[in-house]
């Protein structure tokens, strides 16, 4: 069970625990390779800015909640990976090899609390208005488009509607529900209803738009 969790946080549908609750949960260390500890941290260090983002832009609390559990989940994979360095370093050798494995590791969590700190602008209204017109001045955005029951994305496979190739917009999560999809996956299917998070220029945002709206019927 400990193993699905560590694997599923990405490109699953998945209702993620309140980050007050888990940021408060007693660390227990989890033997997990260097490999799988690394690969989450750059996952996540990847997808954390672009939903911190998000969550100013689109004034968001919801999406405010899922950067800060990831922040907290961060601190506890950062946790588990000293945690094996210490177990692991028999000679100096060893210690050396597993500084720099450390030194990237930290640099995941200072993105992840860069992010974190960028989230609790939220609460500071002199920031409000700003900031938003700022980001929207960057060549690539980030957009949140609602799909219509009537577009033919519906119960389609992101890869097989080739949205980043024909409209080089890139889905970064999806809100379904009460859940999300991080990092949704080539063989993701879009549903109606869902809320889409991406990232990619105003060109392919209306491309993008029309088509989950049900104004055209094929993307080209």
Do not use: H
Not at 93 to 108: C, F, K, P, S
Not at 177 to 184: A, K, L, R, V
């Amino acid at each position: 069970m400990v193993e699905e969790k560590r694997k599923g946080i990405f490109g699953r549908l998945q209702r993620t625990p309140k980050w007050e609750k888990e940021e408060f949960t007693e660390i227990e260390y989890e033997p997990t390779s260097v490999k799988e500890l690394l690969t989450e941290m750059k996952d996540i260090s990847e997808l954390i800015i672009d939903l911190a983002y998000s969550a100013v832009l689109f004034d968001n609390k919801e999406i405010a909640e899922e950067v800060q559990y990831l922040d907290v989940r961060m601190d506890k994979l950062n946790y588990d990976i000293r945690m094996m360095a210490m177990m692991a370093a028999r000679t100096k050798e060893d210690a050396e090899q597993l500084a720099g494995i450390l030194q990237v590791a930290e640099a995941a969590e200072s993105i992840s609390n860069t992010a974190g700190d960028i989230v609790k602008l939220l609460s500071r209204k002199e920031t409000g208005p700003i900031l938003p017109k700022i980001l929207k001045q960057a060549d690539e955005q980030l957009f949140r488009i609602k799909v219509s029951s009537s577009s033919k994305a519906c119960k389609q496979k992101i890869n097989d509607l080739r949205i980043e190739s024909e409209t080089g917009m890139r889905i970064i999560a999806i809100r379904r529900g009460d859940c999300w999809i991080y990092n949704p996956q080539s063989d993701t299917s879009i549903q109606a209803n869902d809320w889409l998070i991406a990232r990619g220029t105003d060109e392919g945002f209306k491309e993008l738009s029309k088509f989950l709206q049900g104004e055209m019927e094929v993307l080209d």
